[in-house]
């Protein structure tokens, strides 16, 4: 048994857990709650009357906690201990131990509403507040009414509001359990650093020649910019004078690495060596990594936000709350006192950083959601009335409405459809899986299924995407060009790249030529062939799928997979500006945007774009720009705007702008009100000092 805090309660966690139908454990960071609770309700048989699952938001923390309890279990992992992630599960019958992701949960949830496969439930890492964790909360207060007797919820959480959630289930009771085993000393920096890689690396180097042996970890904001530093690090260490110093080991760490290279930092480092791990906020909480005794945080998290009323996408690299802050430094003195260096004054941490961090069902896309709430098709469950933690904004909700509305998953009156019913089981956003349906009724499905993998891509695949390959292509001479999606658009682009690919029998040598990123093209590969199982036992009819995936006859036919796209984006549509050098978002308040210069759509002989196109993501970087776009034709357009014209948002929400600021307990009693609420759906108090926040940063920034 592992020898962590969280061990020694387990008498009276066991003994809350028997006398109550819902319990939360604040277990702090380095507890053990997310190996060692599964455990020891398994060793006092709540596996006889059912599974044991246990929730994370991450994919990654999925895959690594399972592997790391099957070993103290010594049992082969897909066995008594598995895990089921989007488009991979090593579950089996013998399984009683189940991590997954709060999405699969979810889904689980759509064939099974009472989820009866479990005997216990456990979301993990709720203080993370993710989208589909925030939902499944909301589900779990009616589950627990139906299955008092047979099922126990446990939501625990390093940081969580307890009092919060506990008042959220009925005064349920809270069990603290203490976590970190060493004092971590915090070390703020004098004044606001200029550029947050360069003074990681100072930092870094700084602990590596004067600090006695212990791991470092690194908290950057993303891929490119621990790519960047593992890179000035690795170049920075080999300089440094043999025998001075331990030797090292830099480690990357972020959601995009394949499984083999995420395992590498929990393998302790050799004798006389010190590890160097260049993380995400993924290891925040998601993973410990054992051996870490200094913390360099630079206060930044990449976040991606969602404008209801623009239909925007911004990936804005933002200041980390006081929360996160908390949650980094508790990563340190795991084995011996620590140290967590903020490279950030105190008076910055105490004035600027929030509380909490923003829930992600306040600055999120909701069409998902929206969908999958009412395909639940449970009678005592009103979309407009749900249960959320949190609840999100009017626009949010309105905005999830039209766009479901638009690609036929609601009718006029809010219903689901049998459209909208099937969507909601597949593991796409509604966009992707309304195309499917589409495609499989005019003959494209097979088509679409490469599309659909290609753009759930979890990392860039293709060469000169991002400022990072886009360096690497200038020294790559000998790459080949890839195809140019026959001047139509990006989808088409990344079905000939792929169909290509077959052709060349998924040769790894042909994406090295082509500068295509190999792991993602595996990905593709995988995840097309799980599509289309799932498209064989969702949709009826008969499917006209090739188990390879390329084109009959060896002619390129794109007008019906165009079309199924303009069905699947029938609320990301865009009208060419006659007297602008852009594009009308349709449906977004006259939003005019461009065509991202790395797309493969192409102006005619004239210059001239088509009429009409459908994206896939509008974002808004320098300006807005509309990505993976696809040309459309008029005809097909014309259904669409009619469907505008006729669009009465009321009747798709069953009176929601009529009660949303009447003060009646009406239709919405826990939405918060539309005039006391920004568009991100965070309250005005919080707003404010969000944007005095930013403004502080914006002056300091102009001063330097």
């Not at 331990?246 to 690495?257: T, V, Y």
């Not at 003959?443 to 995407?465: F, I, N």
């Not at 595996?522 to 009819?541: E, N, P, T």
């Not at 009308?584 to 210069?597: A, E, L, S, T």
């Amino acid at each position: 048994m592992a020898n962590l805090p969280i061990v020694q309660f387990e008498e009276k966690i066991i003994e809350t857990v028997n006398q109550n139908p819902v319990v939360v454990i604040i277990g702090e960071t380095g507890s053990g709650k997310s190996t060692q609770l599964s455990q020891m309700l398994y060793r006092r048989g709540y596996t006889k009357s059912g599974n044991i699952g246990v929730t994370q938001p991450r994919r990654v923390a999925a895959v690594s906690v399972a592997r790391r309890v099957a070993q103290e279990l010594d049992v082969r992992l897909g066995e008594e201990v598995g895990y089921a992630i989007r488009f991979e599960d090593r579950t089996s019958e013998r399984t009683r131990i189940k991590y997954l992701t709060d999405g699969v949960l979810l889904r689980e949830s759509l064939s099974n509403p009472e989820l009866s496969e479990y005997s216990v439930i456990i979301l993990d890492e709720a203080h993370e507040r993710s989208l589909n964790t925030d939902i499944l909360l909301g589900l779990m207060r009616r589950l627990v009414k139906l299955r008092a007797s047979n099922l126990k919820i446990l939501i625990t959480s390093a940081t969580l509001d307890g009092e919060k959630v506990s008042e959220f289930f009925s005064g349920c009771p809270i069990l603290n359990v203490p976590g970190k085993l060493y004092p971590v000393e915090i070390l703020y920096s004098k004044e606001p650093h200029k550029c947050y890689i360069e003074s990681s690396l100072k930092a870094a180097l700084d602990i590596h020649i004067h600090q006695p042996e212990g791991d470092v970890l690194i908290f950057m904001t993303g891929q490119d910019d621990i790519e960047k530093l593992v890179s000035k690090l690795e170049d920075r260490v080999q300089n440094l004078e043999e025998g001075s110093c331990l030797d090292a080991i830099i480690l990357p760490l972020h959601g995009s690495l394949p499984p083999e290279m995420q395992v590498r930092v929990f393998t302790p480092p050799p004798p006389n060596c010190r590890r160097f791990i260049v993380a995400t906020n993924i290891a925040e909480t998601s993973l410990t990594v054992d051996g870490v005794v200094y913390v360099i945080d630079s206060g930044y998290v990449k976040q991606r936000q969602y404008n209801p009323v623009t239909g925007l996408y911004s990936l804005d690299v933002v200041q980390i709350s006081k929360v996160q802050a908390k949650q980094r430094a508790g990563r340190a003195g795991r084995t011996r006192p620590g140290k967590c260096y903020r490279l950030y004054p105190s008076m910055i941490y105490e004035d600027d950083f929030l509380d909490v961090t923003v829930p992600e069902i306040q600055r999120s896309s909701l069409a998902g959601t929206v969908l999958y709430l009412k395909s639940l098709d449970l009678p005592d469950i009103d979309i407009l009335k749900f249960n959320f933690l949190d609840p999100p904004s009017y626009e949010s909700l309105e905005d999830a409405l039209k766009q479901l509305y638009l690609i036929d998953a609601i009718d006029e009156n809010g219903s689901v459809t049998s459209v909208g019913r099937t969507m909601a089981e597949l593991p796409l956003e509604p966009s992707l899986s309304r195309t499917l349906m589409e495609a499989n009724e005019n003959g494209s499905l097979s088509k679409a299924l490469t599309v659909a993998a290609m753009l759930s891509a979890e990392t860039t695949l293709l060469p000169g995407r991002s400022r990072s390959t886009d360096k690497k292509r200038k020294h790559a001479s000998l790459e080949l060009d890839l195809p140019d999606g026959s001047g139509l658009g990006d989808h088409i682009q990344l079905l000939q790249i792929y169909e290509l690919w077959d052709q060349n029998d998924y040769n790894i040598e042909w994406c090295k030529d082509y500068g295509l990123q190999i792991r993602g093209m595996k990905f593709v590969k995988d995840v097309r062939k799980q599509l289309c199982q799932i498209m064989q036992k969702v949709a009826k009819g008969s499917l006209d799928v090739q188990a390879g995936g390329r084109s009959r006859g060896g002619e390129y036919n794109y007008r019906n997979l165009r079309k199924a796209l303009c069905a699947g984006y029938a609320n990301k549509l865009a009208e060419k500006m006659v007297h602008h050098n852009g594009y009308r978002i349709i449906g977004f308040k006259d939003q005019v945007v461009k065509v991202h210069p790395s797309s493969a759509l192409k102006s005619d002989d004239d210059g001239m774009f088509p009429n009409f196109v459908v994206y896939h993501e509008l974002i808004a970087t320098s300006r807005p720009f509309m990505c993976n776009v696809c040309a459309v034709e008029s005809s097909w357009v014309a259904p669409v705007l009619d469907k505008l014209k006729k669009l009465d948002i009321n009747k798709l929400s069953g009176g929601l702008r009529q009660n949303a600021g009447d003060g009646t307990d009406g239709k919405v009693p826990d939405l918060q009100q539309k005039d006391n609420v920004a568009s991100t759906g965070v309250p005005d108090d919080r707003e404010s000092r969000i944007q005095a926040a930013r403004e502080r940063f914006l002056a300091r920034k102009g001063n330097k």
